[in-house]
Nanobody
């Protein structure tokens, strides 16, 4: 499974960005997909996850501002980010977990929230 993120960039506080993750490979074994982020000098953290059946989970700091979605037909996952804050600045990574316990990662896309 290969994952490629896109959509990062520089945005002002209060602005919006939409991240995309394009997946390829044997996707039938993939159940949970998610977005993680890693800010400078901080550990990587889960931002949001979504199962194949579209059950979602969000970390508290992004609830009501971010929306995760996926389109299994075209092997895409998205993260709509609204009301962005400087503390959302991080490298955002796409993750996919197989039913067999394998973990796959993209190379990340940088999101910078600054005026």
């Amino acid at each position: 499974v290969q994952l490629v993120e896109s959509g990062g960039g520089l945005v002002q506080p209060g602005g919006s960005l939409k991240l995309s993750c394009a997946a390829s490979g044997i996707m039938l074994s993939i159940d949970v997909m998610g977005w993680y982020r890693q800010a400078p000098k901080k550990e990587r953290e889960l931002v949001a996850s979504i199962t194949r059946r579209n059950i979602t989970n969000y970390t508290d700091s992004v609830k009501g501002r971010f929306t995760i979605s996926r389109n299994n037909a075209i092997n895409m996952m998205y993260l709509q980010m609204n009301s962005l804050r400087p503390e959302d600045t991080a490298v955002y990574y796409c993750n996919a977990q197989s039913t067999g316990g394998m973990d796959y990662w993209g190379e990340g896309t940088l999101v910078t929230v600054s005026s």
